[in-house]
């Protein structure tokens, strides 16, 4: 009996670990290939005709311990126009987990919501249920704290806190040198029956690293000592930015419903809500059952065009006094989503935007961006945008995703796409100029030799006034042990 226990003991470890490797190839009509090819992929996939290959392990966390360990490794090889032939160190972790509490040190990919029917595809989101955190670029090094949802004592159960602490560091070059970010998320859920009501707060902080005393009072938002920078010490230390969220979902009998409104903020106005309608609203339903042809479906809105006005006003009076606050008064504006003056790379890792990718990175439009350049953040964060994504499997076998964004792109405050600017003028008083965008795709994985060989075909295409118009493909290869 012995033995054959020895031989269970050594399933059970190998079935906790999983390990892939995936050989792709790219094609397009139009140079790039079409966005939703490459975007929420974690910068793996070619931006041009090209071909990816890419490689990861790892073993999963046990849930049904109380003490829990996880690793991952994984790298890629991707050539394009923009690389030949570029190695791609993608994520290098290990973690453990203590009932609610977790640690996570290295480099790993942000958590990705709104999956669909395989989690191997990718969210059916524009944003991944994250606006400034969608999984659109490379990792960065760092650690991460985390609570999962945990229950408030004498509240039985009805209250839930979910919350992290993390900091790390980005690799690119950038045109401000070495940067550093720091996040700080507090989430509170609230349980009644079949609904859940979530709101919180997703912080981040990109700084310099100019010592552990800037380090706290970056955390609090205040401004620099005398090592940071002269910007720094007349504002707040480095480029603060984040999102707030309010959620309500209702658990139905085998589906979920939810909806979710999540707020892009720059600066303190978008903090007290000053940049309102702002947002990314999306209604999202679900089958537990992930075999039905139809089980996942998303629809978003997003509407990023006020950024609490087109006129930055003073904070103080005309004699020098502050001016209280007061609705319908815009005393700031411009907030310039995911761009920075100090920091002029913005929110932007290895050319690719960090967060929502509808902010596409300068040099877009014009044809001009490259890997091989240093970013110059964004050059579209104002724009309304409808999104549709679909999953399930056809057949009840093959599971898919498609995905379908129209958009109205209009640049910036200070750079417009097209026509006279909003920038100065009274809210309203400018008919602006956009630029429209048509986005589509749709892959599927192909399940082969009891799962472990999966044939992924993907189709492409991009028709608009932003993207140069394209129809792109991609075959993939994936064999699993």
Known sequence: MKPISKQILIFAVMNDIFASIMLLGAVSTGGDMPFWAYSNQFDL??????????????QLYDEEKTFQWHWGVSAALRGDSYDKAAFIPDEIYAGIKWKKLALDLG??????????????????????GNVVMSGNSRSMPGYRISLH?????FTNGHLQIQAAFADYRMTDTRIEGKAFTHNTALYLIGNIGRVSITAGLDHWAMWDGSGIGNYFRMLVGKNAGPDGTKSDQMNVIGNQLGAERIAVSYRGKGWRAEFRHDIPYEDKSGMVFRNFPD???TLSFSFDDKDRWISDVVYEFQYTMYQSGPIHDPETDEHGNPRPWEPGLNYVGGDNYFNNGEFRSGWTHYGMTIGNPLFFPAGTHAGTWSRQTTAKGVENNRLKAHHIGISGKLFRKVPYKFLATYSQNYGTYPAPYAGESQWGHPWGTVKETPLSQLSLGFTCEIPLLNGHLQVIPGIYADKGSVLKDAFGATVGLRVSL
């Open 107 to 128: 480099m790993k990919h942000p958590q990705q919501e709104f999956l669909g029917s395989s989690a191997a595809l990718g969210t059916i989101s524009t944003t991944g």
């Open 45 to 58: 996939i070619p931006r041009t005709s090209g071909y990816a290959a890419v490689l990861n392990a790892g």
């Open 279 to 281: 947002g990314v609203n």
């Open 149 to 153: 949802p945990a229950n408030v004592p």
